[in-house]
């Protein structure tokens, strides 16, 4: 192999290293997006089931037991939204749980390795942060997925609140 061949390999080399390493870091980024969302939508969460206790008081010392169509539409609705509002918050907290990103290694391992030419390196640690990633992707789809149910379940929340709104104003307009 001349000069100009081992070059051009270690060229190659270096450029899936980069490459790979690029890959690497989108997902570790991606897992930071994806954590930072549910993080948010859980606290705005909390906040209104916390919220909607001081509701369930009211719904308790004014509506219970009902007496009317809608009193009942206003129990009915209050019910569905307090099970979705905990649905949607167990399932934004299952997807900010720890959970372990493959990392890339340093050990002695890694130190001999170095020992190898800059060839064997760089395609080395390709191969190394392909492995990683092909573990962090499935995590992060798994968490993505979880994601996007809470994200249903939040929308399913909205509705149920809509409906408890009118059910109120309904409640009292015929009271």
């Not at 089931?49 to 209050?78: D, H, M, N, Q, T």
């Not at 890694?110 to 092909?134: C, M, P, R, Y």
């Not at 992707?137 to 979880?146: S, Y």
């Not at 809470?150 to 409640?171: H, Q, R």
């Amino acid at each position: 192999m001349n000069d100009e061949t081992k070059n051009d390999d270690a060229e190659k080399a270096a450029a899936l290293y980069q490459y790979a390493k690029d890959v690497y870091d989108e997902e570790l980024k991606r897992y930071n997006r994806i954590d930072d969302k549910a993080f948010k939508l859980l606290s705005v969460l909390s906040i209104f089931i916390g919220l909607f206790g001081f509701i369930l008081r009211w719904l308790a010392e004014e509506i219970i037991p009902p007496e009317s169509l809608y009193a009942w539409i206003v129990l009915i609705s209050s019910s569905g939204l307090l099970i979705a509002s905990c649905v949607s918050w167990w399932l934004m907290f299952r997807v900010i749980e720890v959970s372990d990103l493959q990392k890339m290694p340093l050990d002695r391992g890694v130190f001999d390795f170095f020992k190898n030419d800059l060839h064997d390196i760089h395609q080395g640690f390709a191969e190394t942060f392909e492995e990683a990633n092909q573990t962090n992707r499935k995590l992060n789809d798994k968490k993505a997925k979880t994601l996007s149910f809470g994200y249903k379940g939040i929308f399913t929340t909205a509705i149920f609140f809509v409906i408890f709104i009118i059910a109120v104003c309904l409640y009292y307009w015929f009271k």
